[in-house]
């Protein structure tokens, strides 16, 4: 039975990251997120905010990918050009969309012009461009494949949140590993041999150290919950031939 | 004054990062000892351990930046083939380094055979490929400038320590920020004046959440110290005269 794959590919755009002066949690939080619904994140990339890099890299993951979720650049300010960018990937005019704006004129009365004119910025979406609810402060957008979301972690998760039941999925993929205090050598030909045999499954192998020691944590992916089971009894008994000890039982994810 | 710009792309390789079962913190690692070098992280992709991806990407990145970081992919388990890859993206076989192999042979006294046959494929590289310092186990290697570390964050910075002094380096960024009680969209204009006033620093503006209330950090990311001084300055006068508070005096990172 072949499983059925939807994939994406998440774009982190901000200098923040690449500065090394932010740690990014987003790749992690839209991993999970998605994963749970059954998409399965196949690349990510960390860019600038800089157009003659978004625009390029917008158009071929969007190609590439079943969906592109952005996070980042979608503030009032002069660095939040992810909007322009993905207007300019999909070759279609930046326009103001109505609801956005009337929505940003209701919660600024009390603003000036210039401090409205620079929230307005945020109305600006590719023309064609659908919504993404943002329970928190002004929508975000998505264009085709494209999702495009916040940069602020917890504003990011809402937006994600929201698209929950909207998106086309797969088949989910599940999980299950196995800790044990053994070296990654002991086991490699024995976990070599179970992977050719299952193709199917992704295992993978994670050297770890710890207050009990060096170990290596064994993580099998796929989609059949019961293969995954089986091939947990088998690695174990693999960590036992191996003279290793395990640590815990398999802990599914 | 055009400053001397030397780049750097990261490659995360790794599935356990794309399921968003491990936070990746390679990344920021590398982007601020390299900052702090004057090596500039000007892209990073995270990608799966599949050779049809990793192949490709590494020919792409290496002839597009001036050094490329790979992380993850190095062990001596059957996902472990960033060295086989690499191999690939370059053209040249695969072969036994004589260094590395009598490395582990002399740590593997212990070892039975099939234990030793599994670290020993820790010591194939790419042909032409040299050696990347590791105290704590096998050496990794370089190919060119394709640089190639361990997954484990505290091996992949003890290897990154040993490179200090032997690349190329640019001119350095120093960063400088501005924390204030004060909306994105109040101080919008003036910092979209001030980024084009210069446009050799690089403004950011990240909104926050904290007990203060909500505010916003202006970093400001340059090569010449004594500017940034002065656009922090201007930074500061441009939040008072929008109606916000200083959280703090700028500080230099």
Redesign the interface.
């Known amino acids: 039975m072949t499983a059925k794959v939807v994939n994406a590919c998440v774009l982190i755009i901000g ?11 987003n ?7 998605l ?1 749970g619904w059954g998409i ?10 800089e157009e003659s ?1 978004i625009v390029p890299t917008v158009r071929e993951v969007k190609a590439k990918y079943d969906y592109v979720f952005t996070t980042g650049g979608i ?6 050009i992810t909007a322009m960018c993905i207007a300019k990937a999909f070759e279609v005019p930046l326009v103001e969309h109505e609801g956005i704006a009337n929505l940003i004129r209701s919660r600024s009365q009390d ?1 000036s012009e ?2 409205l ?3 307005l ?1 945020m109305a600006m979406v590719p023309e064609g461009g659908g919504l993404v609810d943002n329970p928190g402060g002004p929508p975000g957008f998505r264009m085709e494949n494209v999702y495009v979301l916040a940069g ?1 972690p917890s504003v990011m998760r809402d937006m994600l949140a929201g698209l929950k039941g909207k998106l086309e999925t797969g088949d989910q ?1 599940f ?1 299950a590993s196995v800790k044990a205090y053994v ?7 024995g ?2 041999t179970l ?1 050719s045999e299952l193709p199917n499954v ?7 150290r710890d207050a009990g020691g060096y170990g290596t944590r064994l ?1 099998v ?1 796929g989609t059949d919950q019961s293969v995954l089971d089986d091939l947990c009894d088998r690695i174990r008994a693999l960590v036992r031939a191996s003279g290793g000890a395990l640590a815990d039982e398999a802990s599914s ?1």
């Open positions: 200098n923040e990251i690449l500065s090394g002066r932010t740690q990014d949690t790749l992690r939080d839209i991993a999970n997120t994963g399965r994140v196949a690349e990510a990339r960390v860019i600038p905010d890099v503030g009032p300010t002069h660095d939040d603003a210039a401090v004119a620079s929230r910025r602020i993929v999980s070296t990654e050598s002991s086991v490699a030909a976990l070599g992977q992704d295992i993978g192998s994670y050297p770890f993580v992916r994810e």
